[in-house]
């Protein structure tokens, strides 16, 4: 058997793919592809398109920690979440808008991210990421799990009823993630791809 052939087996994230000979190497390799997930997930959350009416801005936030979930798997990508999440309430400010604490009305969509991260990875081992279809899947559901933080989270911390957060904190945002989802059924499938060759 190649080692192409091998190197894509199911049970396996992308990040499985980068090697690692020695117990203490694959450590060093999961801590830092860890820490570089909440990392970017903090820089992408610094691309700020404010919405009219509402108190959530469009970010590149939402679109990295769905991938950093897809390529880590479940346990990687909520450990980088949650180190992303820790740091931020903490106080360093890289929530949307340079942001941090848990104060912010769209502290939920980084809570949904935790559990977002982990279930996208739990798929991505099953191979949810490995067609344009499933990847479209794995994106779709993976936003309605932030959703499904966040908007009742908005509508808790601003007092909004839940209608008036799904207009301010969801609706906006649907075609937005139209479009991330559509860079990740191109881009994971691909990445599997170029894996094989």
């Known amino acids: 058997m190649s080692t192409a052939a091998a190197s894509t087996r199911p049970g396996q994230v992308l990040a499985d793919l980068l090697p690692a000979s020695t117990v ?3 450590r060093l390799r999961d ?3 860890v820490t570089g997930g909440a990392a970017l997930t ?6 700020v398109l404010p919405v009219p009416g509402s108190p959530v801005p469009v970010t590149g936030q939402t679109f990295a920690a769905l991938l950093v979930g897809t390529a880590l798997g479940a346990g990687r990508g909520f450990v980088s979440l949650a180190l992303y999440a820790l740091v931020g309430m903490a106080g360093v400010p890289w929530f949307a808008e340079g942001v941090s604490g848990v ?13 977002a991260a982990t279930v996208v990875g739990a798929l991505a081992r099953r191979g949810a990421d490995r067609s344009v279809l499933r990847t479209a899947g ?6 309605a799990l932030i959703y499904a933080v966040g908007v009742p989270y908005l509508a808790l911390s601003t007092g909004m009823t839940l209608g008036s957060a799904v207009a301010a904190g ?21 990445a599997w791809r170029l894996t094989r060759h």
């Open 24 to 26: 203490p190497g694959a």
């Open 31 to 33: 801590a830092a592809l």
């Open 42 to 47: 903090g820089l992408a959350a610094q691309v």
């Open 103 to 115: 104060s912010a009305p769209s502290f939920g969509y980084v809570l949904g991210m935790l559990l």
């Open 138 to 143: 794995l994106m779709v559901l993976g936003s």
């Open 170 to 190: 969801l609706v906006p945002f649907l075609v937005g993630d139209a479009l991330k989802a559509a860079l990740a059924m191109g881009a994971l499938p691909l």
